[in-house]
């Protein structure tokens, strides 16, 4: 994703069809249904053969149509496996500690796809300290997460989102041409402010001998203001795959420490196109910094009372969060349509950009928080593909789309706009791909939490106005763990492999 003039209306999906836009399992089962009709006809059984043709279209409609972006038939084994899931128990789940049994401390105690992820504590980087590793042993992959200062963009030009644009299209660019990181994620969150900074500073900048009128309208001011006051949380994720990972880490040591430090080569590079982007600052996360923003993306409300200890100067390992903390205290069996944790409820989308592309900062308004006590979410995963897995890509995307373009013609079908705007797409993408340019996958994800007392629905429909006329939003349903680990935690999980997955 570089400048907007550049990659307006080069978005494709990324498994488009081979046939008539089917996949080649699906061309297949197609296929193989219409056997038996075909069958029944060259017998002359016309009306068996007429009865076999409303069955087997019936089937084949259940493998093709997709529903809210899935087939129906993939609807029906993922509601098989969710009544499954809820029948056996395994999709309730309570905190070691919430039942009495926490034994270390140190050790993560999360929900759902959570359990895969260890969190080992890498060496002393700079001034940074000891960064915390996040090593995601289902997709075999190691990364670090920061927080992010940023003023935003909202009162930024054209001309300056665009250059904003270019410099984050550079940036992945970088990461590309790098050898042991592939994905980087971005999370923003709109929370709601808890004063918890302001009243510190108040205790510690409060006259004893202020008039009482004065004191009367601060504080009235403050149940005002307070009351609808936001505030932005940004995190950056770096992550690669341990296969580029293996061979520099044994070399730098092996083990946990040699994977570390291979990181923090990476880490040190990006800290400056981060600001070029508009960072103010940069801070690696640390074990208990990264304990307290997934603390505080499951319980908002418990952020007042972690950052009134870190306001204080309390540095002592006793009020720093351990990862057994980290999790909710209890997330029951989630429903279809939503994710309850501790005391509330999110609802998570995918968010499908447009394929006449979009500008720099237009995901703002997913971010507007509508009413007190909302907290907004919004994740967008990058993959920077290597150049021949780019350069293969490409080849194939437009061989495919030749190859549909010339059928029609030698059939007399004259190609449609549809069909001139991919062929021209494809053309470009892989010109864009010769000239060095790299391709990237990406997923965006957003969500919305409220308090579990509140209709999470109302809340929902907001969002969804908010996203009307720009993009679309497809609800996850049956997902919605995942997808709220996706939208709201800053792990770098969120992009499936090019194989498959959810966003």
């Known amino acids: 994703m570089s400048s907007v003039r550049i990659y307006r209306g080069l978005a494709r999906r990324e498994k488009p069809g081979w046939i008539m836009g089917l996949s080649p399992a699906q061309a297949l089962a197609c296929l193989v249904l219409a056997v038996p009709v075909l069958w029944t006809v060259s017998a002359g059984q016309f009306l068996r053969a007429l ?32 009544q499954l899931g809820a029948a056996l128990g395994w999709s309730r789940w309570q905190s070691r500690a919430a039942a009495g049994e926490l034994d270390d401390p140190n050790e993560p105690d999360l929900p759902g796809v959570l359990q895969r992820v260890s969190f080992p504590d890498g060496p002393v980087f700079q001034h940074h300290g000891r960064v915390c590793l996040i090593h995601d042993t289902g997709e075999g992959r190691w990364g670090a997460t920061a927080r992010v200062t940023h003023t935003g963009v909202g009162l930024l030009s054209a001309e300056e989102c665009d250059r904003l644009a270019s410099r984050l299209g550079s940036m ?95 880490l040190d590079g990006l800290e400056d196109p981060l600001k070029a982007l508009g960072a103010g600052s940069v801070e690696w996360l640390s ?102 897995a780019a350069s293969r890509s490409v080849q194939g995307y437009r061989f495919r789309s030749g190859v549909m373009r010339d059928y029609k013609a030698s059939k007399g ?46 809340h929902a429909a907001r969002l969804e106005n908010d996203a009307a006329g720009r993009f679309r939003l497809l609800r996850l349903d049956l997902a919605q763990d995942s997808a709220f680990v996706a939208a709201c935690l800053p792990l770098g999980i969120g992009l499936p492999n090019a194989r498959g997955g959810l966003l």
């Not at 892989?430 to 994800?445: D, K, M, N, T």
Request: hydrophobic content about 45%; glycine content about 10%; proline content about 5%.
């Open 413 to 458: 079908f004259s190609a449609s706009a549809a069909d001139d705007r991919e062929a021209g797409g494809a053309r470009a993408q892989e010109q864009a791909v010769a000239a060095g340019h790299s391709l990237v996958r990406y997923a965006a994800a957003a969500a919305v939490t409220v308090p579990a007392d509140r209709p999470v629905e109302d």
């Open 172 to 266: 992945l660019l970088s990461i590309g041409h790098r050898d042991v990181v592939d994905r980087l994620s971005l999370l923003v969150r709109t929370v709601p402010d808890d004063g918890t900074e302001y009243e510190v500073w108040r205790a510690r900048h409060d006259v004893a001998e202020a008039p009482d009128l004065a004191r009367r309208a601060v504080d009235e001011l403050d149940r005002t203001i307070g009351a609808v006051s936001v505030r932005h949380e940004v995190f950056v994720t770096v992550s690669g795959p341990e296969d580029a990972l293996r061979k520099p880490a044994a070399a730098a040591g092996g083990g946990v420490e040699g994977r570390a430090r291979v990181l923090y080569r990476v």
């Open 51 to 82: 009865i076999l043709a409303g069955v087997c279209g019936l089937a084949a409609a259940l493998v093709v149509v997709p529903v809210r972006g899935r087939p129906a038939l993939r609807w029906l084994a993922h509601v098989l496996l969710y």
């Open 287 to 388: 074990g208990s910094g990264l304990a307290e923003a997934i603390r505080t993306g499951f319980n908002p409300d418990s952020s007042a009372v972690l950052r009134a200890g870190q306001l204080t100067g309390s540095e002592s390992d006793e009020v720093r969060l351990p990862l057994a903390a980290a999790g909710p205290t209890q997330a029951p069996t989630p429903g279809w349509r939503r994710y309850d944790h501790d005391a509330y409820s999110t609802v998570s989308y995918s968010v499908l950009m447009p394929e006449s592309g979009t500008v720099f900062g237009s995901l703002a308004p997913l971010l507007a928080v509508k009413s007190a006590g909302e907290r907004r979410c919004l994740a967008m995963h990058y993959e920077v593909l290597g150049s021949r």
